[in-house]
Every structure is written in C-alpha cells, then in structure tokens.
C-alpha cells in the first residue's frame, strides 16, 4: 500500500465514521416499516436495514440501498425523501462506500424529475454529482444483473422453472432489481449513454419495477 493509498483510506474511514455519528439514528428510524402498507417480503428487507445501519459497514449501506430503492418502487416518496437528505449531508470521495450514496441521490433525483419536483431535483445536485471529478464507470451497462433478460439472473430470481436450484430464497429475489435501479439512477443522473439512452432507462425502470411486483410476496397492497 502506498503512503497515498494509506491517506485514502483514512480519509474515506473518518467520513463514514463521522456519518455514523450523524446519521444512522435518523436512517434506521426512516427505513423502519412499522406502520407501512408494504408486501411482506419487502417488509423483510426493510427491517433488514431498519435494525442496523452502519455506513462503515458495504453490506449495512446495501441493505440501505436497497430499502431506499423499495420506497421509490412502492411510491413511499417522503420516507425516500428523507433518507436522500441525510445522504446528501455526506461528504463523498471518488471511492470507498460512497457510490451506492450517490445512487440513492440520484434515484432521488430522477423520482422527483418523473414528478414534477423540480426543486428537489435542484436541491440534490451538488451532493449527487460530489466530487465534481467523480465519472461513473458502468455508463454502458456492461456490469446491470438484467434480470428479465440474462439466463443466469432470470434463474436467480426465480423466473426460469426449468432451473429451480439456481433459485434464491424468496427473500432475496428482488435484491437483483433493486441492484440495477440503484445503477440505473446513476447512469439517468450523468445522462445515459450511447448504449443506455435515457429513454432505454426509463422504460427498463418501468419493466424492472412491474415485474419486481410480480415476485412472490412483492404484489402491492391495498
């Protein structure tokens, strides 16, 4: 490890201690389901992320990602609101932990825009697009689990009977969908790209959302 490496390392240490400090109260209370009308397996993921959210910790942030993803799918727009203001008080380097952050920011963002929310979009900017050097480098879609399309990840979520051991577990099929919305967010944020236009995001997003709803245990309520 080089000293440079060594003083990255510290740095993006101090920041995500700093936010556990700051914000992980705040964040375990908003992703908490109590009182939601919401399935039950996404209930379960929920709670996955509402009993710990450690920002030092990649598996506690993606628990986090993927129930701010849940919100958004399901529409609960002031709880994703809110976890996206405690996110955008976050300083973010280039590296670390700190993309699935700004995915959320620009999920945020591109709900907002869908709606009409111009201000929000605005006010997001500056933390979703921090640091102003930062270039995502999935623009082209290459590294999307695609699981309506890909053999591998239909099987995973289920959606292939001719594969059933490749399977997982109820609770854990919508974690691929979840996964390329976080991604998605990102690549609407800095534009699209040749390969994903931002008309191409936003009818996946739509596909993505529809047939996550269709998992089992995913169907709305009410």
């Excluded at 825009?113 to 500056?126: M, Q």
Aim: with cysteine; hydrophobic share 40%; glycine share 6%.
């Amino acid at each position: 490890m080089t000293f440079e490496q060594d003083d990255d390392d510290r740095a993006i240490a101090t920041i995500l201690r700093e936010a556990n400090k700051g914000h992980s109260a705040a964040l375990m209370a908003d992703t908490d389901p109590t009182g939601l009308c919401m399935p039950n397996v996404a209930v379960y993921l929920l709670r996955k992320s509402s009993k710990s959210v450690r920002l030092t910790s990649e598996s506690s942030v993606d628990n986090l990602s993927a129930a701010f993803f849940l919100f958004l799918s399901y529409d609960v727009w002031d709880r994703a609101l809110r976890i996206a203001r405690e996110v955008a008080d976050i300083p973010k380097l280039r590296w670390g932990q700190f993309e699935p952050l700004r995915d959320m920011l620009q999920g945020a963002r591109w709900y907002a825009a869908r709606h009409g929310l111009h201000e929000i979009v605005d006010e997001l900017a500056a933390s979703a697009f921090q640091p102003s050097d930062y270039e995502p480098l999935f623009m082209d879609g290459g590294i999307l689990k695609r699981p309506l399309d890909k053999p591998s990840s239909r099987a995973n979520v289920g959606l292939d009977p001719s594969r059933p051991n490749d399977a997982y577990p109820t609770n854990d099929r919508p974690l691929h969908f979840l996964d390329d919305l976080a991604m998605m967010s990102t690549m609407w944020g800095y534009g699209g790209s040749k390969e994903w236009p931002v008309e191409r995001l936003e009818a996946e997003r739509e596909r993505l959302e529809a047939a996550m709803k269709e998992l089992p245990g995913m169907a709305p309520l009410g």
